[in-house]
């Protein structure tokens, strides 16, 4: 099943109630988390998505571009993240973490950048629910796709289906009308866009129109 999440890294900050109403039909709702340590960029941390998580019944998509997520990880599913993900650049103790975070009731998440292999942490995969490969150097918003890490996709969804698990395959960065068919026939079935849902007219319709696009290249690549 195709799920798209809005980042809201595009969206108005000073409004973030309105705008996670914009996305009406949004599977979740994408937060960037930076600390001007593991990205060049400072956005919001966990008041802001206490407040939010009461503001929205939109489960919360919490994606963690910080120094010692093990550390700070479990505080986001306390706060009431659905899904907390963790770079496995920055973790310390991977394993330990995604425990942490199904225990505390969230879904596990680990993301790896452009230029992170996904091999060596193929035992790993039992312990998520989610891998996010990262289509564009993390840190901003409206940066164009990476088509580099394609292959990357490909291979991490062989793997998920090697081992039978109901992983979900996430991308995020430069994900648009233009670009998301690409990553859903690589294998990606969980869709952040950020520019391409907040800097259209109607981010609503932009939703629509991302989730139409991706469900026709899922059912063309399963008719193969
Ligand atoms: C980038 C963030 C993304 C960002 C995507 O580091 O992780 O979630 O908001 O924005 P777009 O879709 O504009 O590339
Ligand atoms: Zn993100």
Wanted: aromatic letters at 6%; a negative charge; proline letters at 7%.
């Amino acid at each position: 099943m195709v799920q798209i999440n809005p980042s809201m890294l595009s969206a108005d900050f000073s409004r973030l109630a309105e705008e996670a109403k914009a996305v009406e039909g949004a599977d979740w709702l994408h937060l960037d988390v930076m600390d001007n340590h593991f990205v060049p960029n400072l956005t919001l941390g966990l008041p802001v998505v206490e407040s939010l998580r009461k503001a929205t019944s939109i489960p919360l998509d919490c994606h963690l571009m910080i120094e010692d997520p093990d550390r700070w990880a479990p505080r986001y599913a306390e706060a009431g993240a659905g899904s907390v993900t963790f770079h496995v650049e920055a973790a310390a103790a991977p394993v330990r973490l995604a425990r942490e975070i199904r225990r505390l009731g969230a879904r596990a998440a680990m993301a790896l950048n452009p230029a992170t292999p996904i091999e060596p942490y193929e035992d790993l995969l039992p312990e998520l629910d989610m891998v996010l490969v990262m289509t564009v150097e993390p840190g901003f918003g409206g940066q164009p796709f990476l088509d580099v890490t394609l292959p990357k996709i490909r291979r991490t969804r062989r793997l998920i289906e090697r081992h039978g698990l109901p992983l979900w395959l996430q991308v995020d960065g430069g994900v648009s009308l233009e670009t998301i068919e690409r990553c859903a026939e690589a294998g990606a079935d969980v869709f952040v866009a950020g520019s391409a849902v907040y800097g259209a007219e109607d981010p609503a319709a932009a939703v629509r129109g991302l989730r139409e696009r991706a469900s026709g290249a899922v059912a063309r690549a399963t008719a193969r």
